[in-house]
Nanobody
Framework: QVQLVESGGGLVQAGGSLRLSCAAS????????MDWYRQAPGKQREFVAS???????TYAGSVKGRFTISGDNAKSTVYLQMNSLKPEDTAVYYC????????WGQGTQVTVSS
């Protein structure tokens, strides 16, 4: 089992920045990658960014150039630095880890006002 604790969400004006964190605990030896997803009201959950243990990163087109995913393998933590935020970035952001199984965090709300 892997437990995930997310933090860093909040309310920010358009053009502002936020940094999300996700800390994993438990069976962390099985983790191969840590990702961020988001779900806006009335929409399906969508991929935002991913980081493998080797440091390879992938981004959704809608956030490329504005968001940066990084991580600290020693701390089993992944971060999402979000810059130039737009109202359409408003969503609940979820951390996901995968390895032997897939685990999801509880989500953290990000609200961007215009």
């Amino acid at each position: 089992q892997v437990q995930l604790v997310e933090s860093g969400g909040g309310l920010v004006q358009a053009g502002g920045s936020l940094r999300l964190s996700c800390a994993a605990s438990g069976s962390i030896f099985s983790i191969k990658a840590m990702d961020w997803y988001r779900q806006a009201p009335g929409k399906q959950r969508e991929f935002v960014a991913s980081r493998t243990n080797g440091g390879s990163t992938t981004y959704a087109g809608s956030v490329k150039g504005r968001f940066t995913i990084s991580g600290d393998n020693a701390k089993s933590t992944v971060y999402l630095q979000m810059n130039s935020l737009k109202p359409e970035d408003t969503a609940v952001y979820y951390c996901r880890v995968w390895g032997n199984a897939v685990y999801w965090g509880q989500g953290t709300q990000v609200t961007v006002s215009s």
